[in-house]
């Protein structure tokens, strides 16, 4: 006899309206001085459910695979139950890196869907813009990422920190996630990648394998949570959100 939750995870797949969502949160956190930072608080609501909801209360979204770390699967499965995160159909272990994880994300796409995005479970922020932006792009591309126009100056150095030249920040844009790529294209890419550990994002892969990738209009508060006073930043930009 199937559990609650297992029927509940299986009504959440079947949902063929709009496309799938890996979430990866299966990180370390070692910036966070011992601070899980799936679990802290943003606004009273924790960084991961604030992700989740996200992705719940957009239309663009069939369903969302969430991938955390072995010890985390059990208090995820509460915590989401808890929130009524109805789009979950899968909690998945993660890997040795985000590559990885991804990839285990990815064996529990259904075999029907074309595309799916990938998203950072440390970025609470994502906007219903964002997200839309990143899934219009994937009708003519095979890769699609968002991101936000450089505004310091960027400057490339040596190994003992002494600059070689100066970037040309007019071309250069800072990459953020939802990230969209065809399946099984994306599949492909994965193929002719020799080592995954070395690529630091989903595009970067399709990149490498030869595929056009689409950047798309991002969003400067969609930050990633990497150190706690990112969470103070998180909190400042919600409580500004909601006066707007």
């Known amino acids: 006899m199937k559990t609650e939750t297992a029927l509940k995870y299986e009504i959440a797949a079947k949902n063929k309206k709009g496309i799938p969502v890996i979430i990866v949160a299966a990180g370390n956190f070692t910036r966070m001085q011992g601070v899980n930072k799936q679990l802290a608080e943003i606004g009273g609501v924790p960084v991961i459910i604030r992700t989740l909801m996200a992705f719940e209360n957009s239309n ?8 955390v770390r072995a010890d985390d699967v059990f208090s995820m499965q509460m915590l989401t139950e808890k929130y009524n995160i ?11 890196n985000r590559q990885e994880s991804v990839q285990k994300g990815l064996a529990r796409v259904d075999k029907t869907c074309e595309n799916v995005l990938i998203h950072d479970g440390a970025r ?35 190994a003992d920190g002494k600059v070689l030249k100066t970037l040309d920040r007019s071309s250069l844009i800072a990459v953020q996630t939802p990230q969209g790529v065809r399946v099984a294209d994306y599949k492909l890419a994965i193929e002719k990648a020799e080592d995954l550990s070395l690529f ?4 970067s892969i399709m990149e490498n394998a030869g595929f056009e990738v689409l950047t798309v209009e991002g969003d400067r508060k969609n930050i990633k949570i990497t ?13 500004e959100e909601k006066c707007e």
Request: proline share 1%; hydrophobic share 45%; with cysteine.
């Open 60 to 67: 663009e979204i069939s369903n969302i695979i969430l991938v």
């Open 86 to 96: 109805t789009k979950l159909s899968d909690i998945v272990c993660g890997g040795a």
């Open 124 to 158: 609470p922020l994502v906007s219903e813009k964002t997200i839309k932006n990143v899934v219009g792009g994937l009708k003519n591309y095979s890769a699609v990422t968002c991101g936000v126009a450089v505004v310091d100056t960027v400057k490339e150095i040596d």
């Open 200 to 203: 630091t994002d989903d595009t």
């Open 227 to 239: 150190t706690l006073s990112d969470i103070a930043l998180a909190s400042a930009l919600l409580e």
